[in-house]
């Protein structure tokens, strides 16, 4: 049995991760489906603390982004990137994109993976 068949059921409850690293914080995206078939996206913060006897600790916060609310969250979060761009901050190419540019509708949710 290869690795494919012995995670299936792993990859079918979370079919896509990346984890980012940026400082003393890493990002988690992780992709779910439910039962239903439905999407939705896990964000996580991890933040590494030292308590007060100096042993480390992780410091979690997690985002929960449902298929419906997709468009909306990319439009909002591309409509604070453009604030920052456009008053002096980030000048990165990110920034520069408007919502319009980007939509979730040309966005195939049965190509992640489930076989």
Do not use: C
Not at 27 to 34: I, L, N, S, T
Not at 40 to 49: A, G, H, V
Not at 89 to 106: H, L, M, V
């Amino acid at each position: 049995m290869d690795d494919f068949e012995k995670h299936d059921d792993e990859r079918l409850e979370r079919p896509f991760s990346k984890s980012v690293k940026a400082g003393k914080r890493t990002y988690f995206f992780d992709v779910r489906v439910m039962r239903e078939g439905d999407h939705y996206l896990t964000i996580t913060e991890s933040k590494r603390r030292i308590d007060r006897e100096g042993k480390f600790l992780y410091e979690k916060h997690k985002i929960f982004l449902y298929q419906e609310d997709f468009e909306k969250f990319l439009a909002g979060l591309n409509e604070a990137l453009n604030y920052i761009a456009d008053n002096g901050g980030t000048t990165k190419p990110y920034a520069a994109r408007r919502e319009e540019d980007i939509s979730f509708s040309d966005v195939n949710f049965d190509e992640l993976g489930e076989e």
